[in-house]
């Protein structure tokens, strides 16, 4: 038995990183464009503000021995240019809000951020496909730097499950997935919310008028929000088949209510805002 020619191809057969005691990673990169909108733009010039955070943004963590990086700050400020340059008839992009309220003739400023990203593998969805969620936040300020609304939006996506590879490349594809639907959704229903009225009409928003500390309207904006999980397929269940032995009963019984079902997801996230928040 040759024992030294066998570990040779044992150890061939591992992946590097695992070679030199290291964990294997994936990078996340989604990228794309925005096929193009067919909707009236609102008729008011407004400004967009994506920060350097925004515009770097990167997700890391750390599951089942696989570091995972999603790179989104690129494709988040790149989206943001399309939606807004499609929805309102002039969008001019700043770093700041303090940029911002420096441009004349704006009507309005959106901010929006990536609040929270997380994703299930094909491993995790037995094999059939991956998929992300990633959860918006927009804040809205009145052209003076106040703020009037924020609107939350959560985007789905998923992609296939990988053939080959780390599959990198189907979460990439979930991802741009995620942030096309939560694009879509406030392409089509931004005009019709109530802080869009006023946009619509040409007129530039106004600051609201903050609750006292301590009334009920301050502690409802200050109430916590779930943030929506990423489905994952459960396995099926299967009903149990009763015994052909058993006799039938004599006389007839009140069926018992079915069970609940078990909640095997973890608990949400929870996320905390100072202002009245509308969700789309």
């Known amino acids: 038995m040759n024992r030294p020619a066998n570990r040779l191809m044992i150890l061939a057969s591992l992946p590097l990183a695992l070679l030199l005691g290291g964990c294997p990673s994936v990078a996340v990169r989604p990228e794309g464009d925005l096929p193009k909108p067919l909707i009236v733009p609102t008729p008011a010039k407004v400004g967009v503000v994506v920060t350097p955070e925004a515009g770097n943004y990167t997700h890391k963590e750390t599951r089942a021995g696989v570091d995972y990086t999603a790179e989104l700050g690129p494709s988040h400020k790149h989206l943001v240019e399309e939606i807004f340059t499609a929805e309102f008839s002039e969008a001019r992009i700043f770093e ?29 969805t037995g094999g059939i496909y991956c ?10 300020y009145a052209p003076n730097g106040e703020v009037v609304d924020t609107l939350t939006l959560t985007g789905y996506g998923s992609g296939p499950a990988p053939k080959i590879g780390n599959g990198e490349e189907e979460l990439g ?33 106004q600051p609201k008028i903050q609750p006292i500390p301590g009334s009920a309207e301050a502690i409802s904006a200050a109430a916590e929000m ?34 609940a079902p078990s909640e ?17």
């Open 264 to 280: 095997q997801a973890p608990p949400p996230s929870q996320m905390k805002t100072a202002y009245p928040v509308t969700s789309l």
């Open 131 to 140: 998929a992300v969620t990633i959860r918006y936040q927009i804040s809205i």
């Open 226 to 259: 779930s943030i929506e999980t990423v489905p994952i397929n459960d396995p099926p269940v299967v009903a149990a088949t009763p015994r052909a032995s058993s006799p039938a009963p004599s006389s007839p019984q009140q069926a018992s209510p079915p069970p």
């Open 173 to 205: 594809i979930a991802a741009f997935n995620a942030m096309r639907d939560a694009a879509a959704k406030f392409l089509t229903q931004f005009q019709g919310l109530e802080v869009a009225k006023p946009l619509m009409a040409s007129q530039a928003l």
């Open 96 to 124: 700041s809000v303090d940029a911002a309220r420096l441009e004349p003739g704006l009507l309005a400023i959106f901010e929006p951020r990536i609040e929270q990203f997380s994703f299930a593998s094909a491993r995790e």
